[in-house]
């Protein structure tokens, strides 16, 4: 990546305060921001995780006896710089509700079953291309009660962390088709459309493999013009 930061970027993420997505107005900053220094270990340590990252971790499949309930998918994709180069050796970790639309959390109260062969999380490390690739299953939708019937459209979150914990960001794949993208807060609140339309896979029929699981690829941008919308506070 250059060393000029692409201010043009930060028209793609979401408001840090967005009124129909009611729960950001309490977390939204209120007051001028303050500037603190790094210490050396924020921006140079490790981060946790590179270097405990199995094979089997991005099967999310396979993680328990039995196979999970749902509709299988492989979800693959590269992460890139601002001028199209990819980001290797990057930590991608996703996690997600079940085809039910329910997460394995004990706050997660939606009236519907957990499955035993699905936790609903994995990694992986992005290769020399930038190229990552999880098995897992589509997740259903389910109600979070931000307005009357309100509901969130399928989707799985995505951290990426880099050589160091200032390095991580966070944001949300969606599919492609979904009803529910008109209704949904979270969605609605990045202003600008195609910046939307960057948090939507593409059905891919060469990465869907026959009689077994249909494709999807997401490409991750991490800034620039074209920067897929993520979830950290920024300047507004």
């Given amino acids: 990546m250059s060393l000029i930061y692409p201010r043009d970027g930060l028209?793609?993420?979401?408001l840090n305060a967005s009124p129909a997505y009611t729960s950001t107005l309490k977390r939204a900053p209120s007051q001028p921001l303050i500037l603190l220094p790094h210490t050396l270990s924020e921006i140079s340590g490790p981060a946790f995780g590179h270097s405990a990252v199995q094979a089997g971790d991005s099967d999310l499949t396979l993680q328990h006896e039995g196979e999970p309930l749902g509709e299988r998918i492989i979800v693959t994709g590269r992460v890139l710089d601002e001028d199209g180069r990819p980001v290797p050796h990057t930590?991608?970790?996703?996690?997600?509700?079940?085809?039910?639309?329910?997460?394995?959390?004990?706050r997660d109260q939606h009236p519907a079953p957990l499955d035993p062969n699905f936790t609903g999380a994995g990694r992986a490390m992005?290769?020399?291309?930038?190229?990552?690739?999880?098995?897992?299953?589509?997740?259903?939708?389910?109600?979070?009660?931000?307005?009357h019937n309100a509901w969130r459209p399928a989707h799985i979150h995505f951290s990426l962390f880099g050589p160091s914990f200032l390095?991580?960001?966070?944001?949300q794949m969606?599919?492609?088709?979904?009803?529910?993208f008109a209704y949904d807060p979270i969605f609605q609140s990045i202003p600008d459309a195609k910046a939307r339309e960057r948090l939507i896979s593409r059905f891919d029929i060469d990465t869907t493999e026959p009689?077994?699981?249909?494709?999807?690829?997401?490409d991750i941008v991490?800034?620039?013009r074209d920067a897929t919308p993520l979830e950290e506070p920024h300047d507004d």
Avoid: M
């Fill in 211 to 218: 009689e077994w699981a249909l494709g999807y690829q997401f």
């Fill in 91 to 106: 930590l991608v970790e996703i996690w997600q509700a079940n085809a039910a639309g329910r997460y394995v959390h004990l």
């Fill in 174 to 180: 969606y599919f492609p088709g979904d009803p529910l």
């Fill in 222 to 224: 991490l800034r620039g």
């Fill in 126 to 147: 992005t290769d020399a291309e930038g190229r990552y690739r999880f098995v897992t299953i589509k997740p259903g939708a389910y109600p979070w009660r931000n307005h």
């Fill in 11 to 14: 028209k793609a993420h979401p």
């Fill in 167 to 171: 390095s991580r960001v966070i944001t």
